[in-house]
């Protein structure tokens, strides 16, 4: 009789373990965003379908770590890119803070002949970030179709 309880429960284990795993595999993925307010500015967490981790500004200082220690998985330290809508204080001052906790792969300074406002990046096949001028940026998203 042991026996036969033993197996149903790990029956039904094994049943929702599949479950579970296969809504995480067969889920789309959406684009996921976050905004945060960072003393008197604020700064945007995008996480794309694919995975990436783009931060739009940074905020004034050093507390915007506690608002990406909130977002982000414990044990992610890196950033694909920081795109700074500006060279304001507001918008970058917490960037000395993220580059010594976080592996940033990118950062990209709006503003310049190099990257005039307007300009649009792809972050993924579907998905765009256009800044269009200092703290102002449009994020699109195609939709996907079935």
């Known amino acids: 009789m042991y026996h036969m309880r033993f197996w149903i429960i790990f029956l039904c284990i094994l049943i929702a373990a599949n479950t579970l795993i296969y809504r995480e595999i067969l889920t789309p993925k959406s684009l996921e965003m976050a905004v945060f307010e960072v003393g008197k500015s604020s700064a945007i967490l995008v996480r794309t379908p694919s995975?990436?981790?783009i931060?739009?500004?940074?905020?004034?200082?050093?507390?915007?770590?506690?608002a990406l220690g909130t977002a982000l998985p414990e044990w992610q330290r890196s950033i694909n890119a920081i795109i700074l809508t500006s060279d304001k204080a507001a918008q970058t001052g917490g960037l000395q803070s993220i580059t010594n906790r976080y592996?940033?792969?990118h950062i990209l300074r709006?503003?310049?002949?190099?990257l005039p406002y307007?300009?649009?990046?792809t972050l993924d096949a579907d998905a765009t970030i256009e800044v269009l001028a200092p703290e102002r940026v449009k994020i699109d998203q195609l939709p996907r179709l079935r």
Do not use: E, M, P, Q
């Open 118 to 121: 307007g300009t649009k990046i």
């Open 55 to 66: 931060l739009i500004d940074t905020g004034a200082d050093a507390s915007i770590l506690r």
């Open 51 to 53: 995975g990436k981790t």
């Open 103 to 105: 592996h940033v792969a």
């Open 110 to 114: 709006f503003g310049s002949s190099d």
